[in-house]
């Protein structure tokens, strides 16, 4: 039965849980496992000459939270809004951890941003030689915004494609979004959809790509689902992989938050999360305009 008050709970730890992801990723993007210590908590760092700081998140949830702040705005899926809000991200850090200052932006997303200030045209060309990540890593605000798993799937899809129009990011973002969906709705069913999508993973590859990162989520979900841990160590299995680490603890965290809500997650990682006053109000907004959508009313 629809419980407004764990959906409420759920939706904040899926944000939460990609910011979280993000920040504990954000000091190690790029290295392989065993160059660096293992990360057990925040930790300032530098990112190509830029400081970071404790509990600092990157374009990751930048974008997600511009992508949230234009459907809680726009009551809908407004693409040329999106991607204004990115752009102003991109070439003013407006929006982003630290007004201003920003990092991280893969080229694919920047490539296809400046494309669209150039034309005004709002999807990129078909590129089917497109494997990045920068689609499945914002999927969540779509996924809390949808009445059902399917239109979760479709959004999650368009939202790729203003950035990632490719069949591999297409395809692994309606996937992603199935997952994040039931994890909200069906958690029973999470296990299934990830063992039927990919069967036990082994080895995941931390490498970003949108193959590689769908795995690492699911192979951390599989390790917590077959050794129960906190949501904590789910996500840091997948940070300490190293490689693109930003990404896959922001989607890797994204999952876990929205499989053990909010009161599930490390009250030190949230409490230590850079804006977090931002974070918390979206999630609280996307959740009253999903809400509106499922047709479920004020809770008065
Ligand atoms: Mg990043």
Known sequence: MYNPIGRRDKISGMLLGLAIGDALGVPIETQKAGSFDPITDYRAGEHRGTKTLLGEWSDDTAMALHLAESLISRKGFDATDI???????????EGAARPGVVFGVGGTIQKSLLLFQETGVPYPPRDNSIMGN???MR???VVAFAASAGEAALLACLQTQLTHNSLEPLM?????AHWLWHAL???DALPYLIDRAFGQIQDPNPEGSCQNTIRVAGWAFQNFYKHPQS???MILEAVNLGGDADTNGA????????YFGASGLHEHLIDGLVDLERILTVASQLEEVSRAQLGVGSAT
């Open 139 to 141: 999927t969540a605000p």
């Open 83 to 93: 991607l204004f809000r990115w752009l102003g991200y991109l070439t003013k850090g």
């Open 172 to 176: 692994t973002a309606g996937i992603f």
């Open 134 to 136: 920068g689609g499945i």
């Open 185 to 187: 709705e069906q958690p």
């Open 251 to 258: 989607v890797t965290g994204a999952l876990a938050g929205a």
């Open 231 to 233: 949501p904590k160590q």
